[in-house]
Each structure stands twice: as structure tokens, then as C-alpha cells.
Nanobody, 125 residues
Framework: QVQLVESGGGSVQAGGSLRLSCSAS???????MSWYRQAPGKEREFVSA???????SYADSVKGRFTISRDNAKNTVYLQMDSLKPEDTAMYYC????????????????????WGQGTQVTVSS
């Protein structure tokens, strides 16, 4: 059974840092990993992604402040968040998508996407 478990959320003051983790289990396929966030009253939005080959992308709002990384041996993706701002306050969700690259992989691309339950990040001014 596929499972995604996020951790590392919490409350910090503006300018502070947090490191989110998302551990995946139960997969027998290859997947890309990403982070999304949803603030109260707003739609869920893309934050950052990393594919199985290590290629990364970021939303403009977090470029230069957030860093995504991945440890395939641990099936874990990380989001290092520095210089946090109050507008970063949100529930942060981990997501996996079918592998989007073209390299041969031991396991085929996953057929569907999965979401974690989320971890809350609160940044006070």
C-alpha cells in the first residue's frame, strides 16, 4: 500500500528556517516528487518538484529561499525552507507523480499520483 508521510512542520518567526521531509513507502514503480501548499481560503499551489533524475523546479515565490532534494535510497524528499516569510504560512503537502523522464528505470513509471496528509508551517512576523 502506497503511503506518503510528511514531517518537519512547525512554527517559526520570519527569517527562520524549517526542513520538511516526506517519506514514501509501498511503491513498486518510479515517480517524481513535489511539494505543494495551501493557505486558508486559497487554492493549493505548486512549490517545488524534483524528478527521479534529480532535476528540480521551483515556484517564483520561493526561488532562492527553498531547496528541494531527494534521497532515493531512503525514498525521501526534503524541502529546506530558509528566509521564511509570513506568506509562506500554509499546509504543505507532498505529492508523487509518474516518472516523467526518458531514462530506463528498474521499475516502470507509476500509473497515478498520490498525496500525503500534509504538515503545517506557520511563520509569524
Amino acid at each position: 500500500q502506497v503511503q506518503l508521510v510528511e514531517s518537519g512542520g512547525g512554527s517559526v518567526q520570519a527569517g527562520g528556517s524549517l526542513r520538511l521531509s516526506c517519506s514514501a513507502s509501498g511503491y513498486t514503480c518510479t515517480y517524481d516528487m513535489s511539494w505543494y501548499r495551501q493557505a486558508p481560503g486559497k487554492e493549493r499551489e505548486f512549490v517545488s518538484a524534483i524528478d527521479d533524475d534529480g532535476r528540480t523546479s521551483y515556484a517564483d515565490s520561493v526561488k532562492g529561499r527553498f531547496t528541494i532534494s531527494r534521497d532515493n535510497a531512503k525514498n525521501t524528499v526534503y524541502l529546506q525552507m530558509d528566509s521564511l516569510k509570513p506568506e509562506d504560512t500554509a499546509m504543505y503537502y507532498c505529492k508523487t507523480d509518474p516518472y516523467s523522464g526518458t531514462w530506463w528505470k528498474p521499475f516502470p513509471p507509476c500509473e497515478e499520483s498520490y498525496w500525503g496528509q500534509g504538515t503545517q508551517v506557520t511563520v509569524s512576523s
